[in-house]
């Protein structure tokens, strides 16, 4: 049904109908986007993604059970890019995908292109990459996203809802936790700033803050 629709609003599908079959064309590249059913035969998506991981960052968006969060959390931890409980509305989930899709293009790089850094961190926004000591560290496109809001601000206070709506590309909704997974994965993968000091804050009750200090 899914496939149909989504063929309607103009997209070309692959189905894969267990985790095996779902890993093997996963692999085999040329995807733009995932959509990953948490609950699947031989394969559940969790060890799907874990796998998919390992070699590609192909932007994925999960389909969990209806409520169930530790599933949304489980899957923004290794390395989804959204999610959305099931049985969910088909033109949501078109929404959501599109979303995903424009954050992962070359035009969805926010502000201007062109390199900025800060301390230990290159922001390389038309290659929409990222430098830790000359390093790449492999982000997610979401991911990627969050960090380049955060950076442009650097010293500022960003907001809940207008992170979510420049990185994510939608309202923050109650309940969302994609945002806070998000930056437990940057901070994760980034680590503190050189001196030691937490690298992007958290300001209770308002938003976040990517520190000067790295500057």
């Known amino acids: 049904m899914l496939s149909a629709y989504l063929a ?7 189905c894969a109908h267990d985790g095996e ?31 998919l991981r390992r070699e590609s960052f192909t932007p994925v968006l999960m389909l969990t059970a209806r409520g169930g969060d530790v599933d949304s ?4 931890e290794l390395g989804a890019d959204d999610y959305l409980p099931k049985p ?7 929404a ?13 790089a926010v502000g201007a292109s062109g390199d900025l850094t800060l301390g230990d ?9 990222v430098r830790q000591h ?14 380049a809001v955060l950076m442009q601000a650097a010293g500022k206070v960003v907001s809940k809802e207008v992170l979510s709506e420049q990185a994510l590309g939608r309202k923050l909704t109650r309940y969302d936790r994609s945002l806070d997974m998000h930056i437990s994965n940057l901070r994760r993968k980034l680590g503190p700033l050189p001196g030691g000091e937490e690298r992007i804050q958290t300001v209770r009750g308002v938003g976040y803050l990517y520190s000067r200090m790295g500057g």
């Open 8 to 14: 309607r609003e103009g997209f070309s599908v692959d």
């Open 21 to 51: 079959a779902a890993l093997e064309l996963a692999l085999r590249g040329g995807y733009e986007l995932i959509v990953l059913d948490v609950m699947m035969p031989k394969r559940d998506g969790f060890e799907v993604l874990r796998r």
């Open 73 to 76: 959390i489980i899957g923004l």
């Open 88 to 94: 969910c509305n088909p033109r949501v989930l078109v």
């Open 96 to 108: 959501r995908m599109r979303a995903v899709l424009r954050r992962a293009g070359d035009d969805a």
């Open 121 to 129: 961190i290159e922001l390389q926004q038309g290659a929409r990459r």
């Open 134 to 147: 000359g390093e790449v560290v492999e982000l997610t496109s979401t991911e990627y996203s969050v960090l």
